[in-house]
C-alpha cells in the first residue's frame, strides 16, 4: 500500500513518550481511550477541559483542571490527547492551534464495534484496503481514503485538515440534486439532511420518506415536516436495518442514538419493506454503525432505482473497506467517491455514489 505512510501507531507513541500525557475531554471518548490506555500500559497524567467547562469536578479520578492550570503544572513540553469530538469552527480553530503550540494526537477510537484500527489492522486487511482506494472514482477521494488511513494510524490532525472539504462540493459536482427527487433518509435526525438538500432544489422534491428511530428526534422531525414541509412526505419512527424486526436503542436525543445492550425497544424496517416499489432517487444513511445492514435492507431499491447514494462511513473500523465492496457488490456500475467534512476525529466520512 504505498498510501500508507505512517509506520508507528499513535498507541505506540504514546507507550514510548516520556513527556506528561494530558486529555483534553471527558465523556465517552475519554472514556475509550482511558481503557486502551489501561490495556497498553499508557499513563495519564492530567485532565483538562474548555475554560468554560471548568468547575471543580473530577473524571476518571482526575481534577479537571484548565489547560493554564496544567501548563503551569508541567509546562509546555506536554503531550495533548483530543478526547472527545466536534465540528464546530470555534473548536476546530482551537484544535488546530493546540495542535501547532503542543504536540497533540486524536487517538482513533471506533464509534461502534471493538478493536482499534492501528498496524496491525491496516497490515491484516491490506487487500481490502488497497482494492477500497483503488475503486475510488476521482483522485480527490483517494487522497481523501489515504489521509483517513495515515490519520487513523497516527492521530495526527494535520492529515484531516489536509482532505477536508465543505458538502457544497459534493451536491454541486457528485449528487446533484433536481426538484424531482424522491428522497430516502435513513437517520433524519430532525430534518437537518432534508433541510440541506432542499436548499440545493429550491424547496422542491417530488417525495420524501424519512426514518428517525430516537423518539425525541422523531417529534423534531415532525415539527419540522409539519411546519416546513407538504406534499408526499412520509415519516417512520424506526431505524434502517435488514429487516423489520425490533431492537434495543440507546435513546440519547442526538445524532448518536444507536443499538445498545440497554435502552428502548426500538422498531427497525427494511427500506425496500417502507417503499414497497416506490422510487428512490437519492438514498442517504447515517444510522451509527448499522449502515452495512441498511444497505442489505435497502437491496432491491438499489439494484432497481439505482439511486445516488450518501452513505456514513466512518462509525465502524471496516467501513472504509467493507461498505465501498458491498455497495459495488449490489450495484457494479456505481462509481464511488469519498469526502471528509470539516470534524476532528475522522467523523463525517462520507461515501457518495453515482451511475
Known amino acids: 500500500m504505498e498510501f500508507l505512510r505512517e509506520e508507528q501507531s499513535v498507541w505506540e507513541y504514546l507507550r514510548e513518550e516520556k513527556r506528561p500525557i494530558v486529555l483534553y475531554g471527558m465523556g465517552d471518548g475519554a472514556d475509550k481511550i482511558l481503557r486502551v490506555f489501561a490495556d497498553k500500559g499508557i499513563r495519564a497524567t492530567a485532565v483538562f477541559a474548555s475554560d468554560e467547562f471548568v468547575r471543580g469536578h473530577s ?12 501548563v503551569a503544572a508541567y509546562g509546555e513540553d506536554i503531550v495533548i490527547v483530543l478526547s472527545f469530538a466536534s465540528q464546530r469552527p ?24 471493538g478493536g482499534l484500527f492501528d498496524l496491525d489492522y491496516v497490515r491484516a486487511h491490506a487487500d481490502d484496503l488497497q482494492r477500497a482506494y483503488d475503486e475510488m472514482a476521482d483522485a480527490q477521494s483517494r487522497q481523501v481514503f489515504a489521509d483517513i488511513v495515515n490519520f487513523k494510524v497516527s492521530g495526527k490532525i494535520a492529515y484531516l485538515r489536509h482532505c477536508e472539504s465543505g458538502k457544497d462540493e459534493v451536491f454541486r459536482n457528485i449528487l446533484r440534486p433536481t426538484a424531482h427527487e424522491h428522497f430516502a433518509d435513513l437517520g433524519a435526525y430532525n430534518g437537518d439532511t432534508i433541510r440541506e438538500l432542499l ?6 422534491y417530488a417525495s420524501i420518506t424519512a426514518l428517525e428511530p430516537d423518539r425525541r428526534n422523531f417529534k423534531k422531525l415532525s415539527r419540522y415536516a409539519d411546519e416546513q414541509l407538504s406534499g408526499d412526505v412520509r415519516l417512520v419512527q424506526a431505524g434502517g436495518w435488514s429487516a423489520d424486526t425490533e431492537l434495543t436503542f440507546a435513546a440519547k436525543a442526538g445524532r448518536n442514538s444507536a443499538l445498545a445492550a440497554q435502552g428502548v425497544p426500538t422498531p427497525m424496517r427494511a427500506l425496500d419493506r417502507v417503499l414497497d416499489g416506490r422510487p428512490c432517487t437519492l438514498l442517504k444513511m447515517d444510522v451509527e454503525g448499522a449502515e452495512r445492514e441498511a444497505l442489505l435492507g ?15 462511513c466512518y462509525h465502524r473500523n471496516e467501513d472504509l473497506f467493507a461498505l465501498p465492496a458491498l455497495v459495488r457488490s449490489l450495484c457494479p456500475d456505481y462509481r464511488l467517491y469519498l469526502r471528509h467534512h470539516p470534524y476532528v476525529p475522522a467523523w463525517d466520512v462520507n461515501l457518495y455514489a453515482t451511475v
Open 199 to 204: 436548499g440545493y432544489t429550491g424547496g422542491a
Open 59 to 70: 473524571f476518571a479520578g482526575f481534577r479537571v483542571q484548565k489547560l493554564s492550570e496544567v
Open 298 to 312: 435497502a437491496r432491491h431499491t438499489i439494484e432497481t432505482c439505482r439511486p445516488r447514494l450518501n452513505i456514513a
Open 90 to 113: 470555534e473548536l476546530l480553530a482551537r484544535f488546530y492551534e493546540l495542535d501547532a503550540r503542543f504536540s497533540l494526537v486524536a487517538p482513533d477510537v471506533p464509534v461502534a464495534g
